[in-house]
């Protein structure tokens, strides 16, 4: 039932090893209580994203620039739009359209043209853009080595001290050691530190992939028709 899309609940009988799916219509238990029916939540629809209308081609605020102006030999901008978290607007003409991206923009006052600039985009702040493109590290005592104690990991030796953006920009690289004028990289598998207390091992956090789990709902009895 969690992989099939018309699948809207199931019943479950451990003793007697069987099973029953119900598909493309709400279901809910009938009341009999020998039994027990999971009902698949359904998901919730995304929010329209939102535009506001100006006179013009989209421009910049300033008025200056074109702020990122795609063009396209059709009419789905708009659908571009809704699915591009960079983008601040879009134009749409008969056969073709544009869109625009990474700064505010409203009409031009051209009165061929309606700019539809939209309402949910606001321009990050430096800081959310540090923030965004850090990668995060956690630290530990020693030496960077890898989790059974018995190799280096892909170690490279730099003679600088630029290891933490090396390691930041490279999807390989699972941690790095700081010298006073040199670092090194580990790359491959994952690191920690060896203990030796001299030294701190900093291992690149990884991003979690949250998984999408299908959610139920139990009510008593069979699954049947609301």
């Known amino acids: 039932c969690d992989s099939d899309a018309t699948c809207t609940g199931y ?19 009938d009341g009999r209580t020998h039994w027990k029916c999971h009902t698949k939540e359904q998901e919730k629809e995304e929010e329209e994203t939102s535009y506001t209308t100006s006179v013009g ?12 102006l795609t063009k396209y030999s059709d009419t789905a901008c708009l659908e571009r739009c809704d699915s591009d978290a960079t983008c601040t607007g879009y134009v749409m003409e008969s056969t073709w359209c544009e869109t625009y991206h990474n700064e505010p923009v409203t009409g031009d006052g051209s009165t061929q043209w309606r700019c539809h600039t939209k309402v949910s985009w606001t321009w ?9 493109e850090k990668t995060s ?5 020693g030496a960077c080595r890898a989790l059974d104690g018995k190799g280096t ?3 490279k030796y730099y003679g600088d001290t630029d290891c933490e953006e090396r390691c930041g920009s490279d999807a390989t690289c699972t941690g790095y050691v700081m ?7 580990y790359h491959n598998e994952p690191v920690t530190g060896d203990g030796s207390t001299q030294w701190r091992c900093h291992t690149k956090e990884q991003e979690k992939e949250e998984e999408e789990k299908t959610s139920f709902t139990t009510t008593v009895g069979a699954c049947r028709a609301l």
């Open 179 to 185: 010298g006073s004028t040199w670092c090194e990289t």
């Open 124 to 132: 990050p702040t430096e800081q959310e853009k540090e923030e965004e």
């Open 137 to 141: 590290f956690t630290t530990t005592v």
């Open 11 to 29: 019943i479950m009988d451990m003793a007697y090893s069987w099973c029953e799916t119900y598909h493309n219509e709400p279901v809910t238990g």
């Open 153 to 155: 990991a892909g170690l």
């Open 57 to 68: 081609a989209c421009r910049a605020l300033d008025g200056k620039g074109h702020a990122g």
